[in-house]
């Protein structure tokens, strides 16, 4: 009798263990979940990655996250390279327990950016560069008893209404325009990627975007130093005025739109 007493008594202490673990998970699941992104976003970046909070609402299938802030590599001056306020992640809420979580969608709107050229590279470069390569690690082998990673698949991603600004060595600061990124089908939805992985793709696609963008308006900015610096020789050769020159260039555009 004592030793029913005795085990029912441990069996009691057993699940107020088991209960209380279960109400501390469920309490601190927005701060394991922001652990999580800042540390894979930092170990995928190489630069910090810091999160002001996330609100999970797994009954609703919403998450939110607040103050996504990516840092610049060394080197760099400005004070930042992505600053997200608000990503907003829709959740299918039948898929949790299966063997992939289905996101139906994840949005980011009004996103800043600073691009930064240093050199021959930019902060973006150097970014994509570290993604690129630590998204080709393989990642090291489950042990023996350890729990499957969650496996996510995404079924639309929205990077929109990005502000952006480009600042150059050569041609000082100037706004940029940084098109709007949307993929679709991202990990299959009965198997889905790896956190780190999607993780991987969605950063991918973004800092690909704005690095052709960088590249376009740096080429942009060449052009139109080169050729304001052979005008200027030109004015200089001829003896002309601004005005002079002015005309001139008139005289030629129309020359050249008649039929």
Same mark, same amino acid.
């Given at each position: 009798?004592?030793?029913?007493?005795?085990? !029912?008594?441990?069996?009691?202490?057993?699940?107020?263990?088991?209960?209380?673990?279960?109400?501390?998970?469920?309490?601190?699941?927005?701060?394991?979940?922001?652990?999580?992104?800042?540390?894979?976003?930092?170990?995928?970046?190489?630069?910090?990655?810091?999160?002001?909070?996330?609100?999970?609402?797994?009954?609703?299938?919403?998450?939110?996250?607040?103050?996504?802030?990516?840092?610049?590599?060394?080197?760099?001056?400005?004070?930042?390279? !992505?600053?997200?306020?608000?990503?907003?992640?829709?959740?299918?809420?039948?898929?949790?327990?299966?063997?992939?979580?289905?996101?139906?969608?994840?949005?980011?709107?009004?996103?800043?950016?600073?691009?930064?050229?240093?050199?021959?590279?930019?902060?973006?470069?150097?970014?994509?560069?570290?993604?690129?390569?630590?998204?080709?690690?393989?990642?090291?082998?489950?042990?023996?008893?350890?729990?499957?990673?969650?496996?996510?698949?995404?079924?639309? !991603?929205? !990077?929109?209404?990005?502000?952006?600004?480009?600042?150059?060595?050569?041609?000082? %600061?100037?706004?940029?325009?940084?098109?709007?990124?949307?993929?679709?089908?991202?990990?299959?939805?009965?198997?889905?990627?790896?956190?780190?992985?999607?993780?991987?793709?969605?950063?991918?696609?973004?800092?690909?975007?704005?690095?052709?963008?960088?590249?376009?308006?740096?080429?942009?900015?060449?052009?139109?130093?080169?050729?304001?610096?052979?005008?200027?020789?030109?004015?200089?050769?001829?003896?002309?005025?601004?005005? %002079?020159?002015?005309?001139?260039?008139?005289?030629?555009?129309?020359?050249?739109?008649?039929?």
């Amino acid at each position: 009798m004592k030793a029913l007493k005795t085990t !029912f008594i441990g069996i009691a202490l057993l699940l107020v263990i088991v209960i209380a673990a279960v109400a501390w998970l469920l309490k601190n699941l927005d701060s394991l979940v922001q652990d999580t992104i800042e540390d894979t976003g930092s170990r995928l970046t190489g630069t910090a990655v810091t999160l002001d909070s996330v609100a999970l609402d797994l009954a609703a299938g919403s998450a939110t996250l607040k103050g996504l802030v990516i840092d610049n590599p060394p080197g760099y001056a400005t004070e930042y390279a !992505f600053a997200l306020d608000t990503i907003r992640v829709d959740i299918d809420p039948k898929s949790i327990t299966g063997s992939a979580v289905r996101l139906d969608e994840v949005s980011i709107t009004g996103a800043r950016l600073n691009a930064e050229q240093k050199g021959t590279a930019t902060n973006l470069s150097t970014i994509l560069t570290h993604v690129r390569a630590a998204s080709g690690e393989e990642a090291p082998p489950a042990e023996a008893g350890e729990p499957t990673e969650v496996r996510l698949a995404l079924a639309r !991603f929205a !990077f929109t209404d990005t502000k952006a600004t480009l600042v150059t060595e050569q041609y000082g %600061d100037a706004a940029l325009r940084i098109p709007d990124v949307t993929r679709t089908g991202i990990g299959d939805p009965a198997n889905g990627l790896a956190p780190a992985e999607l993780a991987s793709r969605l950063l991918e696609a973004v800092l690909a975007e704005a690095q052709a963008a960088v590249g376009s308006a740096l080429a942009d900015k060449a052009r139109d130093a080169a050729r304001d610096a052979a005008k200027d020789k030109l004015k200089d050769k001829l003896n002309l005025s601004d005005e %002079d020159m002015d005309s001139a260039e008139g005289a030629l555009k129309s020359l050249f739109q008649k039929d």
